[in-house]
């Protein structure tokens, strides 16, 4: 596909691109195919998991390693982004990690400590990486946060686990940070999107049967990492400006829907 300018004159942060799979390194790839420029950034350990340095060539990106449960880290990016380019348009928040679900802990019997952890990475540092933006004055007015969501925040998907928990603080964080935010018209939403082929959702304990069942539900059929990257280009954006502290369902319909003529004969074939 090729670019529209839709970003042109944007710059911003990515957060939680690790490798070709991802979601946010789609998202990149769109961001940049479309004008803007960006700062990649992630977690200090994925220097040894993922291939970030191919991103960044390709993009044309600088990388800077941050810690997102870390303010100190934060500060640091946020104060290198606003050296680079005066100000950012935008933030991309991809990030999650849910020590429980890898460990195979059951809900009902969570370990506290890995609990607290989760939602950390996968919601406090949300509102984490705002604050720093906004102390250190590299978020402008009328700039756009998108950060990734699951339908597992409004209802139960039992192999998710924590997960459910730590993407409803996030939508929270969502409302409750864009009602400040929009005395200074910047814009914040979370994109709810299909299960999805990537490294994180491998680590989910039968996230095959999750997209699956989501594939077999879905009028459309599971949204795709490209397809997400082309939506959260639109969102960020100045097509999408009035919108905000919404939580988006990029799900090919899989949000609306109660059941499907080809899960029904599929539960009749196995329960026949």
Sequence with gaps: MSGHGLLNGKKGVIFGALNDSSIAWK???AVHREGGEFILSNAPVAKRLGGLDELADKTGAKIVWADATSEEDLNTLFSEAKAAYGGIDFIVHSIGMGM?????RAYEDINYEWYKKSLDISA???HRAIHAATETGALKDGSSIITLSYIGAQRTFSKYSEMGDAKALLESIVRSYGYRLGK??????SISQSPTMTTAGGGITGFDGMFKFAESVAPLGNADAAS?????????????RMVTMQNLFHDGGFSTMGISDELIEDLAKAYS
């Design 27 to 29: 998202i990149a790839e």
């Design 100 to 104: 429980n679900v890898r460990k195979n």
């Design 124 to 126: 406090m540092s949300l």
């Design 184 to 189: 200074r018209g910047i814009r914040i939403n």
């Design 228 to 240: 997400c990257a082309d939506y959260t280009v639109s969102m960020l954006s100045d097509l999408t």
